[in-house]
């Protein structure tokens, strides 16, 4: 994979998809809208992927000039972040919903629900905000930085595809059978969050 472009974009649809979790976002979405018609909840679907893909492109382009601004170097980011996903994970794993039961009560009665709760903090939360800001660090030339936004770009596609497709996945896999396949898919980000603190520790041992 020596080309930039294809590396920056499979190494950034690799890092943000288990944190995102769309998977882990569709029965979250078919909960809030049970009630509403099909045509509704495609025009949710489709928003709530624009606005994904909006907030973690954003998020890439400004935040390198907030971390320089601010004075936080890289191996600092790496361990909040790290501590980010790892709480992300730690909910997964012990089926902690990411929102609160008022959270989830108000986001029911709301009429547009793709930006929040869907894309923020439920998709691209702190945790995905993290990752995409790590990334800018790294990509110095526009090729790279082109990656990582076809990356975003492929990852929001990907998510429209799962909350379209989520309701014959939910009948065929059940609630229980997703659950536990986010607990399992928690798992693993949890030890890309020890990867990525162990990673930013390294990081500020060579610096000082």
């Not at 790496?78 to 501590?83: A, M, N, Q, T």
């Not at 790294?138 to 975003?152: D, N, R």
Request: charged letters at 10%; proline letters at 4%.
């Amino acid at each position: 994979m020596g080309h930039p472009l294809l590396a920056f974009t499979v190494a950034t649809l690799g890092a943000l998809f288990p944190v995102a979790n769309p998977i882990g976002a569709v029965p979250f979405f078919y909960s809030l809208t049970a009630n509403d018609s099909s045509r509704f909840r495609l025009n949710q679907t489709r928003k709530t992927a624009l606005n994904v893909i909006g907030v973690l492109i954003v998020s890439f382009m400004v935040g390198k000039l907030i971390l320089n601004f601010l004075g936080i170097s890289l191996g600092v980011l790496r361990i909040s972040g790290g501590l980010i996903v790892a709480h992300t994970a730690w909910e997964m794993v012990t089926a902690h919903p990411r929102l609160t039961a008022q959270e989830h009560h108000e986001a029911i009665d709301k009429e547009d629900i793709s930006f929040t709760p869907m894309a923020i903090p439920m998709i691209s939360g702190p945790g995905s905000i993290g990752v995409v800001i790590g990334l800018a660090t790294q990509a110095h030339g526009w090729i790279e930085q082109l990656g990582c936004v076809v990356g975003i770009v492929l990852l929001g596609l990907i998510l429209y595809l799962f909350l379209v497709l989520g309701e014959p996945l939910i009948e065929k896999v059940s609630v229980t059978g997703m659950g536990a396949l986010n607990r399992i898919l928690g798992f693993f980000i949890l030890a890309i969050a020890v990867q990525l603190i162990a990673d930013g520790v390294l990081e500020l041992l060579k610096i000082s």
